[in-house]
């Protein structure tokens, strides 16, 4: 029998009773890191939370991000989340999005690519939760988005380590939404479709070669994968990743929303 009331019952009432941190859409005074700060999503990530007001550094291993780590380590997860807290003395809202794409038939997926991708998108976000885990359950409201992908839910064709990896990262924003709940810190993720970004450029031209069509061919095919037939725009993803980085998305846990124009509806 499910027990509603009680010492216990009332206790766990209370915590959550003190825990919401309820309303509005701004990030003023929140502190933000961003991984995969430097690809096409990555960019409108920063964008889009400095635009609700937040403080936000950017992490990645290229380009201009203001801290640069390999995170496909533990090491490279602990120093950047320490570099953050050391900098701005606290940390709020943790966008997990740095990620890598390896094309190849599973009986010839090279073992260092399958590592090299499921460490980028799986150990990788666990490395940083942990890292991160004190700060963001002392932030009032704390946020985790995490960027998954439609090959969470979908097999998606010589990706097997991409598929393997954002399935997996799907039970551990679960697990984290269940742990993190009693603190007021909720962990999501979202499922983007096809966006025009270096990760799809990066796949033109093998998918070309192993479909005997052109690059623009292979394209015109993503975009009529989704309806509405074009890309999803970094921005849409963005928007929704702030969404759930606001206050006002308290009580939303453990989900992943497909964001794909309902590709995989
Ligand atoms: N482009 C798409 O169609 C698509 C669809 C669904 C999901 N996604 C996901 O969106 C996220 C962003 O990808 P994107 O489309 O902007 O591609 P992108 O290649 O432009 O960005 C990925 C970023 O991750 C960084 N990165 C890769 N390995 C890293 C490492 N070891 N350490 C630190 N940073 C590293 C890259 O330097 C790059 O800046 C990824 O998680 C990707 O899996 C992309």
Redesign the pocket.
Known sequence: MTKTSGPEFRKSAERHEQQPHVGGWSLEGRVALV??????????IVTELRERGADVYG?????D?IF??????AE?NRRMVSQVIETAGRLDILV??????FVAPLHEFPDAEWE?VR???LD?PFFALKAAWRELTKSPGGRVV??????SFTAAVQKAA?TAA?HGVLGLVRVAAREGAAHGLTVNA?????????????QLEGAAARKGISTDEVIAQ?RAWQPGDR??D?RE?AATIGFLASPGASAINGVCLPI?LGATA
């Open positions: 991984t995969g700060a430097t690809g096409g999503l990555g960019k409108a992490v990645d291993i290229a380009g991000a640069h780590a390999d995170l496909s380590t490279g997990l999005n740095a990620g890598c794409q090299r460490s980028v998108a990788g995490v960027t998954a992908s439609v090959s991409y954002k979202v499922a983007p479709g096809w966006m025009d970004t270096g990760m799809l450029r990066g993503m890309f999803v970094v993803v794909d």
